[in-house]
Structures are given as C-alpha cells and as structure tokens.
C-alpha cells in the first residue's frame, strides 16, 4: 500500500528522484515524522482547520462519524470498515484517507513518467513506513526497475527479517540504512523494536557486499550527545565495506499529523535541531575515514 509520490526529490539519493512511500513499520519511533506510514491499512486524517461542517462525511459512515453542535466532528475510527469509501466524500479535504493500493504496472507507468529528469545519476528510492516489511509485489518492482536500468535505492531502519533484506540484495543500487541507536535499552523505550535485528542485519548486508549509506537520525533527549553519536560512529568503523555516514537533523514538521490522525505525539522534546550542531560529528565521523555529510 503507498500513500505518497514525491516527484523531482533532490533527497534520499543522487539526482532527482522519484520517491514512492510504503505504509506499514514495525518501529513506532516517537519521533517518527510520517505517523501515517505506521498502520499497514488505511488511516484517516482529520484537519478542522478546513471542516465546514457540510456532514457529508458523517452521512457516509454514520455510526463512526458525527457532526458537533458547536462545530467539527467526532470520528470512532475503530468503527470504520471501508475508509476507502471516504476518500471523494469531504469537499473542503478536511477529511483525508491516506493509503492506496497500486499495482506494480501502475507504480512503474509512474515512475516512467519521471525517467527524462533522472539523467545519469537520478533514480528511484523507495521510503515509508518500511519498504522492506512489504509483500512480495516489492520484489516485482524492484525486478522492473532494474530490468529498465533505473537506479533504485532503499530507505530502511532494518527491522525486518533477514529474508526480507537478502530477497532484495543484487536489486538496490543502494540502501539508505537509518541507524537510531547502538544501545538495546534505548532503542527498545523509544521505537519499541529490538537493536539487534537492526545491527545483525547491517552487518550482513555489509559482508554480502550490497552498497550501504549509514544514516544516523539525531535526536534530542534520545541519541543527540558527542558520547553516543561517536559510540555509534565507531560501530560502524568496525564492518568491513561501510563508507559513508549521514546526520540526519530532527524536526517537527510532522507533528501537527498525530492530531489529525486522532493520535498523541509522546515525544517530549520538540526543539528542532540545528545543522551547525551536527558539524562536529561530521568532523569526527570524518576522522575515522567515513565520507560524512548533514542531510540525506
């Protein structure tokens, strides 16, 4: 299921980009900037800035939807069984469905509609949520577009099974590997999944010889200190093959999302963080030999 395409991306890969966002994550980083990605099915945005209060929508789905006296609706999500039939009902889209499923020939008529604004280095990356938690229609695209020498990356925290990760490898040009943390305790309290798996399936891919970019999330209150970051910076040091290493600087442009998808933003620290902070583990990812940059 998708629930975005991003046409000429300069991010997540050289050259301009198609970027195609899968929903579905096994992660629930508190943090995470595209809450909508979590959910494997359909979610449902509401944004009462726009609402009228035509109840158009509350017609459709009376007994999950209704109207306020004073303004706005009431939304039972859980009592929704077809949030696809929402998706035309709301005129001001103060009502939205985000997610969609398409069919691998549709996603590559997509994508083929971008290959004269990709040049020599351009391409495809695949995001989410995450790519590689998919079914086997990922493996199918991924297939197509290699067979049409388009160039495709992968933007992934690991949480998968191995299986997941190794049915993809001679396919991805690159894999844009997001390393929160180091440390078990940590990443367990904040994203609830198990370091392990991640740094297990880092050094697999690095030893089976696939082309990685470490991408390094910083994250105040979580991993935004010179002892942690260099901590991780010299765990990658240690896997053959590993390159090179991007800081990724937290926001907050996704946190007025959580609202209108009826959920709470946990994260205690909404203090964006600025490049010039991550300059110095840049240097020091540098000292070690990585090529290192801020942003993706």
Not at 213 to 227: A, K, Q, S
Not at 270 to 284: A, F, G, I, S, W
């Amino acid at each position: 299921m998708i629930f975005n395409i991003q046409r000429y991306s300069t991010h997540d890969g050289d050259g301009i980009r198609t970027l195609i966002f899968f929903k579905g994550c096994p992660l629930r980083c508190q943090w995470c900037s595209n809450p909508e990605s979590q959910s494997f099915g359909h979610s449902i945005l509401y944004d009462s800035k726009l609402c009228k209060n035509f109840g158009d929508c509350a017609l459709a789905e009376p007994s999950a939807i209704s109207t306020n006296p004073g303004g706005g609706i009431e939304i039972k999500r859980n009592l929704i069984a077809e949030p696809e039939k929402l998706k035309e009902v709301c005129a001001t889209r103060a009502l939205t469905i985000s997610g969609e499923t398409k069919s691998v020939d549709v996603l590559m008529a997509e994508v083929q509609k971008d290959l004269p604004f990709y040049r020599e280095d351009g391409g495809v990356t695949l995001s989410g949520g995450e790519p590689l938690a998919q079914g086997k229609e990922l493996v199918l695209l991924l297939q197509q577009l290699k067979k049409q020498g388009t160039n495709t990356n992968i933007e992934t925290s690991l949480h998968v099974k191995w299986e997941q990760v190794e049915r993809c490898i001679g396919l991805v040009n690159t894999f844009l590997v997001d390393l929160k943390h180091t440390d078990p305790r940590k990443f367990k309290q904040f994203t609830h999944g198990t370091s392990g798996l991640v740094l297990d399936n880092l050094e697999k891919l690095a030893y089976f010889g696939a082309h990685v970019v470490v991408r390094i999330p910083v994250i105040p209150g979580f991993n935004h200190t010179e002892r942690e970051i260099m901590q991780m910076v010299d765990y990658v040091s240690t896997i053959k093959g590993l390159k090179e290493i991007h800081f990724l600087p937290y926001h907050t442009y996704g946190v007025e999302k959580y609202k209108m998808l009826g959920m709470d933003y946990i994260f205690n620290n909404n203090t964006q963080v600025l490049e010039e902070e991550l300059l110095p583990y840049v240097q020091y990812a540098q000292s070690q030999g990585f090529k290192a940059k801020i942003g993706g």
